[in-house]
Structure formats: structure tokens, C-alpha cells
């Protein structure tokens, strides 16, 4: 059974007919590729307004409009660079409108990499990381307060991405790490002054390893623009992807993993499936948590 039917399957079983997130309005940073991708497609599935929110216009419109295509007038995307106050605020604004007047769920995924060792990281790849995954993040969930400090009695939650490495470390990824690690307190600091009054949930999920193109083989030649004209290049250096086939290909990547009890990385959308069941009712007293999906790894 494909996995749409089995959730279906699921909603009629416990009595959501139109979706476990019907109208919910849900702004995803990052939502024009990979995880952040999967989760517009997975919420708007169910019954969410989602507001593709990514710095790649291409790519963000591709997003709406394939779900608007599924079901017209389920989402927007609104292009722009979360390091920009300017769009933090009309990014709110059109959201809010879009979602006659309400927004239920931040998805803070929007991010990247920079990677270097501590004595050569520079001060700019340094702050860029800060700015992305906790300024950012900080500042959409301030300008969004309006829409989350109510009570309507209808659910809010905000979910902000971490990753393995603000929880571990990594080697050559101080300013990542740091960042990651940062995303856990807000998300704290978040449940404990917006959870008492409005029943406002925040969560961070840390992912291990997600095959996107952040993961992928640095040679493929990915790479992400800073305002300044700087490009960052994005991926691993040196990591080929084993070309084998069938049950060889199987076997080569159990070896390639041991260190995954799963033995293979998550795909972007079983990554964003874990941020959909964050967002779901079925998680409505988990508050304040980091979840760590991981398939196991550094348990
Ligand atoms: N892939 C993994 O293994 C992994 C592991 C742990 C954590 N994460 C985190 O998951 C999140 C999603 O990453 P992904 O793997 O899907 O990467 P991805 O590169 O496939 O997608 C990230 C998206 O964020 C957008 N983005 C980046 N900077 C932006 C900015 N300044 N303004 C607006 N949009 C911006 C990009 O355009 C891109 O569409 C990130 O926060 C990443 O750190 C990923």
C-alpha cells in the first residue's frame, strides 16, 4: 500500500476526514527542495495551507504549484532570503493572509552548511551559520507572535531542525554545531513562555543523515549564494555514491553505513514524514523535546 493510502487509511480510522492538519496554515523555510520539499507535499496532503517559504524562486514555485496542481489554492510560495528582516515580516504578513488570518505551524528548516576545521573557519562562515539556523529562526518566530500568542483553542506548534552535529559536535563543523545547538534552546525557551497561556508546542527534530544535496557528493556541484555574491559549495567532498544495482547495491550500502543500525540514510521524505507527526495531533502533549531521527545512530 502506497504510503498517501496508508495515511488515509489511518485519517478515516481515528475521524480526520479531511486530513490530521485540515485547515491548518503551516509556513516551511527551505520548503523548495529536499526535506523541507517533502514536508509541504506531506502537510498539504493533510488538509494544510502551506506557504512554501525558499530563497530559490524556481524551485519554491515548482513546490505550490505541483501541490496546487494536486488541489488548487493549498499553497504559496513566497520567495525570499530568511537572513532578510524585511522578508521575515512579509513573509508573516502574506502567510497570514493567505491563511485567512491564521498560522498554526512554523517549520524553521531553511539552512546549510559551511564547513570548515576551527583554525581556519573564518569569522563570515562563522556568523553566516548563527545568522541562518537561530537568527532567522528567531526572528520568524518573533514577527509571528500575533498568530501564536491566541486563544482559540486551535493547535500552534513551532518545529525547528537541528541536526546530529549540534547535538554531538563535528569535526570541521564548529559553526554549524554551534548553530544546531542553539535551535534546541530557542525551542525550549519557546514551549516554556508560549506553552502556559497560548498551549503553544515547540519541538526540534535532529536529523542524522538525509540524502539531499547537502549530503551529496561535493563534485555534483551544488551550491548556495550568500547576498554578497559569495557561493557556498554544498555537499561532501569526496563522496561518490556507489553506482551498483540491485542486491549488490543493497549490500554496499549496509557496508557503507555501519556505523546507522538501520544500515542506509533517511530518505527527504522520511525525514519529513517525523516533522508531519510532530505536527500531528498524535503528538500533542510532546513539548520542549529534541527528537533525534536517526535510523539509531549515536545512540
Ligand atoms: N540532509 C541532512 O542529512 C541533514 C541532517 C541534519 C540536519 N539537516 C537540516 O535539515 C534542513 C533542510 O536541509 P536539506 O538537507 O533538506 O537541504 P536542501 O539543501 O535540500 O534544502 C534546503 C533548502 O533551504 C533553502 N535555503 C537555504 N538557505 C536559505 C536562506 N537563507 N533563505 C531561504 N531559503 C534558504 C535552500 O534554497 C534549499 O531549498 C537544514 O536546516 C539542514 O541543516 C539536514
Known amino acids: 500500500m502506497a504510503p498517501q493510502d496508508r495515511i ?19 509556513i516551511i523555510t527551505g520548503a523548495g527542495q529536499g526535506i523541507g520539499a517533502e514536508a509541504a507535499r506531506l502537510f498539504a496532503n493533510e488538509g494544510a495551507k502551506v506557504i512554501v517559504a525558499d530563497i530559490d524562486a524556481t524551485k519554491a514555485n515548482g513546490v505550490a504549484d505541483a501541490i496546487n496542481a494536486a488541489e488548487a489554492g493549498r499553497a504559496l510560495a513566497v520567495v525570499g532570503d530568511v537572513l532578510d528582516a524585511n522578508y521575515i515580516n512579509d513573509l508573516v504578513k502574506r502567510a497570514a493572509e493567505f491563511g485567512g488570518g491564521k498560522i498554526h505551524i512554523i517549520v524553521n528548516n531553511a ?21 541562518v539556523h537561530n ?34 559536535g563535528n569535526a570541521g563543523q564548529t559553526n554549524y554545531s554551534v548553530a544546531k545547538a542553539g535551535v534546541v534552546g530557542l525551542t525550549k525557551t519557546i514551549a516554556k513562555e508560549w506553552g502556559p497561556a497560548f498551549g503553544v508546542r515547540s519541538n526540534t ?34 563522496k561518490q555514491l556507489d553506482a551498483k544495482k540491485g542486491s549488490d547495491a543493497k549490500a554496499a550500502e549496509a557496508a557503507a553505513y555501519p556505523d546507522i543500525p538501520l544500515r542506509r540514510p533517511a530518505s527527504p521524505e522520511e525525514a519529513a514524514r517525523s516533522i508531519l507527526g510532530v505536527a ?14 536517526t535510523g539509531g545512530r549515536n545512540m
Open 135 to 168: 537568527t532567522a529562526p528567531f526572528r520568524l518566530v518573533r514577527a509571528a507572535a500575533p498568530y501564536f500568542r491566541v486563544k482559540d483553542k486551535e493547535p500552534r506548534v513551532i518545529i525547528n531542525i537541528s541536526s546530529t552535529s549540534g547535538i554531538h
Open 111 to 131: 539552512g546549510f552548511t559551511w564547513d570548515a576545521v576551527v583554525h581556519k573557519m573564518t569569522d563570515k562562515q562563522w556568523e553566516t551559520m548563527l545568522a
Open 280 to 293: 500531528s495531533p498524535w503528538f500533542s502533549y510532546v513539548n520542549g523535546e529534541t527528537i533525534r531521527v
Open 8 to 26: 488515509a487509511q489511518v485519517n478515516k480510522h481515528l475521524n480526520y476526514p479531511g486530513g490530521v492538519l485540515a485547515g491548518q496554515v503551516a
Open 205 to 238: 527534530i535532529a536529523f542524522g543523515y538525509v540524502t539531499t544535496r547537502l549530503t551529496g557528493a561535493k563534485e555534483a556541484g551544488a551550491f548556495i549564494t550568500q547576498p554578497d555574491g559569495t557561493k557556498v559549495a554544498l555537499g561532501i567532498p569526496g
